[in-house]
């Protein structure tokens, strides 16, 4: 999770999670590598506010070198990790398993293939549950009130959660599957497998992130047909906010339907600090005025049929190759369309306790327990408690600490892969002097989503150098989550230093037909804005050119 958390994020996050995880170490009877410990955090740790997760014990928790932890890494890293010294660490992990039966062999495949084609059944009752939540603890009058029915509720959005990480789970296991075939079919593992895998995960249906950036489309595109790019675009952001949310036009309907569908969301959407398009819609507004004008709409429809798909890949598939992938294919988009679904839920339930939270510090800032309601968001959970309890100054002094170094920690970057105590990356440190122009510089990392594009490049690495974008830029940042959505109708391809196959990057990028790369570590620092570079999403390659007369 680039970017720092808050405290209190950081906390519900780990806490939630904890708790899911272990529910379905229980019911899978899987080992519990994760969080096993009782004397530190395993599994998911932070460090200067920022999430990060322990490769290894994620990895054996699905058993060493099998097709379920392959699976899992193709998944998030985008490609089957060969460091030695990672291996032989989670090789030495794996001994302390205890040896499995052949009769519970046996019933724990019965089981792993039972959730491989179960894993979302359940899943419309579990939106109707976290959509039509009560809400309770919003209707106490007394902090500690509202507190206590908060704890009270912690298990309520379980889940979400759950169904999530089966979700997950299910899809790396699918993707895997499908990643053995093509490279039976070829003979090997190469760059032809990883970007045949990307042309047939890609796929029409609705995905819940894709249908961001595609809804923000169609209300670019019917504000201009209501009343025009130049009316909308003269308009202050405040006046064009209030026009959307109280107009009868067609664009003002859209633009509701938007918010009630995904208003939830935002940039760094599971910390319950983060501001959702809900509570402030002028981002996307300011987006739209952006948009306006650009945006075209499709005029024909791709033939996506499956045989079609067969036609164009690079690997040679023979008749058996190709009966498995009718079978598998479905399974892999499934599992894709219900991740994507299920993350959605995950942050509605994270939505949920955002407004709980925003009421309890508006509650303890009013009954002066805080000098003002947004402390709250640097403090734990204990701490809240005891603050509620006790009223000690001492807590109070250590929210203000570490509110005011927040913005240091959220500028900071870390490698994909750490060994030891993560270090940020100081990029202060690093002069300008040292970077070098190689006029025909090329980068390769992992396709994710094929096709080929030219363009000049958009370095952003926050939001808001990334509000500078100018249509048919290419976009290389570090990495995007939901936030970024908006700005895919106007790029014309994606490069990320992390990511993996069912990153937000690549799947939206798979929906929206956009060229996408993953993986390209030091991109941000190689390439700069204004750059005129070559994306191909075939061969995962990403190539400064000259730039066009």
Not at 66 to 94: C, N, Q
Not at 446 to 461: D, E, F, L
Not at 465 to 474: D, F, R, T
Request: glycine share 6%; net charge neutral; hydrophobic share 40%.
């Amino acid at each position: 999770m680039p970017g720092a958390s808050s405290p209190l994020g950081v906390d519900l996050i780990s806490k939630g999670f904890a708790n899911v995880v272990k529910r379905e170490a229980i019911q899978k009877g899987i080992p519990d590598n994760i969080l096993s410990s009782r004397y530190y955090p395993n599994g998911i740790l932070t460090f200067y506010n920022h999430m990060m997760m322990t490769a290894a014990e994620m990895l054996i928790r699905y058993g060493y070198d099998t097709p379920k932890s392959k699976g899992m890494m193709v998944s998030i890293f985008g490609r089957i990790l060969d460091d030695p010294d990672l291996m032989s660490y989670a090789k030495e992990l794996a001994k302390d398993d205890p040896e499995q039966s052949i009769i519970a062999k046996i019933h724990q495949q019965w089981k792993d293939y039972w959730y491989l084609f179960t894993f979302d059944f359940g899943l419309d009752k579990a939106k109707k549950k976290i959509h039509n939540y009560h809400l309770d603890f919003l209707k106490l009058k007394t902090a500690k009130e509202t507190f206590t029915a908060i704890m009270n509720a912690c298990s309520d959005f379980d889940d979400a959660l759950a169904f999530h990480l089966a979700a997950s789970t299910s899809s790396s296991d699918w993707n895997m599957i499908m990643f053995n075939i093509l490279c039976e079919a070829k003979g090997s593992f190469d760059i032809d497998v990883y970007s045949d895998f990307a042309r047939l995960l890609a796929t029409s249906s609705d995905v819940e992130s894709a249908n961001v950036p595609q809804a923000m489309q169609e209300v670019a595109i019917q504000i201009v047909k209501d009343i025009g790019k130049e009316k909308f675009n003269s308009m202050s952001v405040e006046e064009a906010s209030e026009w959307l949310q109280t107009t009868s036009a067609s664009s003002g309907y859209k633009f509701r339907q938007f918010l009630k569908r995904h208003g939830h969301r935002c940039l760094k959407e599971f910390d319950v600090r983060s501001i959702t398009w809900e509570m402030d819609p002028k981002l996307l507004v300011k987006l739209l005025q952006n948009m306006a004008g650009v945006t075209k709409e499709e005029s024909s429809n791709k033939d996506d049929s499956i045989n079609n798909i067969f036609s164009e890949l690079n690997v040679p598939l023979n008749f058996k190759s190709k009966c498995l992938l009718k079978f598998v294919l479905p399974n892999c988009r499934r599992g894709v369309r219900t991740r994507e679904a299920t993350k959605s839920l995950c942050i509605k339930s994270f939505d949920h306790w955002r407004k709980g939270v925003r009421c309890l510090g508006k509650q303890m800032a009013s009954e002066g327990r805080l000098p003002d309601e947004e402390l709250i968001f640097f403090l734990t959970l204990d701490e809240i408690s005891d603050l509620l309890n006790t009223r000690s100054p001492t807590i109070i002094s250590r929210a203000n600490y570490r509110r005011r170094i927040f913005p240091t920690l959220e500028n900071y970057k870390f490698p994909e892969i750490m060994k030891g105590i993560p270090k940020p990356i100081n990029d202060e440190e690093e002069s300008a002097d040292t970077y070098e122009f190689i006029a025909d510089l090329t980068m390769k990392g992992t396709p994710v989503s094929v096709g080929v594009t030219k363009g000049y490049a958009r370095v952003a690495i926050s939001l808001e150098e990334a509000s500078h974008l100018q249509p048919g830029e290419i976009l290389i940042t570090y990495s995007t989550d939901i936030g970024w959505s908006p700005y895919f109708p106007i790029v014309s391809g994606v490069v990320t230093e992390l990511g993996g196959l069912i990153s937000h990057g690549a799947v939206v990028s798979r929906e929206y037909g956009l060229p996408c790369v993953v993986g390209l570590q030091g991109a941000t620092k190689k390439f700069h804005t204004g750059d005129y570079v070559l994306l191909d999403g075939k061969k995962g390659i990403l190539q400064r050119l000259p730039k066009p007369e």
